[in-house]
């Protein structure tokens, strides 16, 4: 049968701890370049209003993509890290929709 023994200074630093609750150290000071101070928030006429033709702006659902609007990069050949499978991709560059109000929207796509 084994038996755990602890030396006389573990005894003691846990004896301590177990007699002595911890003091709080009160709050921790602000970091420096902390958060912007709080203030009143300040509205101007015209500021964040749609420019431009209409109403609220933004895109109209539904989306529907026009035909023959798509744009590729060049074709790029892949190879799966064991080599055991190359394939040829053509990456998209860019697509064309058109929203529920006749609007184009053009969505480009970044090449890796």
Known sequence: MATDVLDD????????????????????????????????GIARPGVGKQQGSGGGGGIASPLSEVPGSRV???????????GAIIFRIE??????????NGETITVQFQSS
């Open 72 to 82: 590729y990069y060049a074709p790029q050949t892949v190879t799966t890290t064991d």
């Open 9 to 40: 200074a573990a005894v003691q630093a846990l004896r301590q701890l177990l007699r002595e609750p911890r003091k709080p150290t009160g709050p921790l000071p602000p970091a420096p370049g902390s958060a912007i101070p709080a203030q009143r």
């Open 91 to 100: 990456p998209l560059k860019e697509v064309q929709f058109e929203d529920a």
